[in-house]
């Protein structure tokens, strides 16, 4: 089946012109479609959704009905008192009214409306910017906040749940493969080095959630820079998107998330680890961004742990990179050998850097 024949199967005006490949993202196989009337012309993103990642899409797509939905219409409620126009991506119907499409292969096609007029980066590229990733990351949070959790389907147990991938890094570490691959890398062994060290810190979060000082929301689950689009008019932040991992969890997953990402200027794919580190100027502006927003919701418990998801989640990304690179690279796509290694190098360096700023972050986030 063609992808010209799959884009048709989704109630969008038009005839097909084109479906162009978009080589972005780690996961899903993503395309732009372009339609045209007599009189018009729609685009739209077609995306087959992994099954190896998401053993359950149908689910996936019912958690971003639900929370695209509500947020909708929340959005609405609040334009006459916003001073920007905030967007959001639609689920687009199949002609049936399905909300995706299961072509013969048992493979699963959704269809989403794009953000109009906006743009995406890979890597932040002023202190605007990441002002705009914290603010549009608390707005986000602000807006399904009070979306009951427990109406979202956990897609992906363990997700975020650092202790989890622990044990699977453990497990994994014991194979031939990955003694083969440590053994030929000494970069792989310093690693390895790095995860045993910061063994007692990965359930920080588990631990307060665990004593009740911390609690289950609505949460976006990847909130990296390059989800984050930038109005191409206002140079505002206009709307999120990549809504495949909305699911209850922290918003410290979220928060630490968006650091790791914004607050390196350097990017993931870095090849050279002295550019990599948290810059604290732009953690300044994008905690300044976020918390005009989520202020509102978050409690004292929550922001008392700001500083701890920061540093979680870089590490607990490098974890996850390296862990793949041991297995033979199941998980994450790669372009060349020993990418996912590059990427766990450059996570764990990150982490470091956090850790030697603890106490300027921590004044930081004190001081907003």
Known sequence: MTLESIASKFDAPGQVVTVLNIDTGN??????VIKRTTYSEIQFVLQRISQA???????????????????????????????RIWQLPRVIPTLEGSDYFLDAEGGYWRALSMIASATSHETVISPEHAHEAGYVLGHFQSVIADFPADKLEDTLPGFHITPGYLKQYDSVIKTDGAQQRLAASSEARRIADFVEDRRAFASILEDAVERGELKHRPIHGDPKISNIM??????????????????????????????????????????????VLVDVDLFQTLVSGYLKQARSFLTDADRKYLYDSARLIAFE?????????????????INYESQNLNRARVQMKLCESIEMRESKLRRVLDAI
């Open 27 to 32: 996961i899903n196989d993503t395309y732009r």
């Open 230 to 275: 930038i109005d191409d008019i206002t140079g505002k932040g206009t709307a999120i998107v990549d809504l495949d991992t909305v699911k209850p969890g922290l918003v410290h997953y979220d928060f630490g998330d968006c650091v790791r990402s914004v607050c390196n200027p350097a990017g993931e794919e870095a090849k050279d680890l002295k550019n």
């Open 317 to 333: 990304l490098g974890l996850r990179f390296f862990a793949d690179y041991l297995n033979g690279d199941t998980y994450f796509k």
């Open 53 to 83: 990642v998401f053993p359950r899409p149908d689910l996936v797509m019912a958690n971003m009905k639900a929370i695209t939905d509500f947020a909708h219409e929340r959005l609405k409620s609040q334009a006459s008192q916003s001073s």
